[in-house]
């Protein structure tokens, strides 16, 4: 069973910087793509950005310019730098692994608030 542990969220005010990570429990190079996403009170999950071989391959628009994920392969671990953060970007943030089999994992995710 594979795991994955997020932390890194918590309290910031609007401008400010976190940044989140995803450490798994195994080698990432066997999952074909990590990303992740986010979820709002009141929302759907939405993605939020997704790397793969190492090279990111998705940002949603509204992060775009903000955030970057990259990945460690020596520490299995995924990070999201987040900047210029804003309100709107208050949310519990997943990770998400997915193997070249088509099996989907997810964290059970890190609560990143906004607020002045």
């Known amino acids: 069973q594979v795991q994955l542990v997020e932390s890194g969220g918590g309290l910031v005010q609007p401008g400010g910087s976190l940044r989140l990570s995803c450490a798994a429990s195994?080698?990432?190079?066997?999952?074909?793509?990590m990303g992740w996403y986010r979820q709002a009170p009141g929302n759907q999950r939405e993605l939020v950005a997704t790397?793969?071989?190492?090279?990111?391959?998705t940002y949603v628009d509204s992060v775009k310019g903000r955030f970057t994920i990259s990945r460690d392969n020596a520490k299995n671990t995924v990070y999201l730098q987040m900047n210029s953060l804003k309100p709107e970007d208050t949310a519990v943030y997943y990770c998400?692994?997915?193997?070249?089999?088509?099996?989907?994992?997810w964290g059970n995710g890190t609560l990143v608030t906004v607020s002045s």
């Open positions: 790397i793969s071989g190492g090279v990111p391959t």
């Open positions: 195994r080698n990432i190079f066997t999952f074909n793509v």
């Open positions: 998400k692994a997915v193997t070249y089999l088509g099996m989907a994992y």
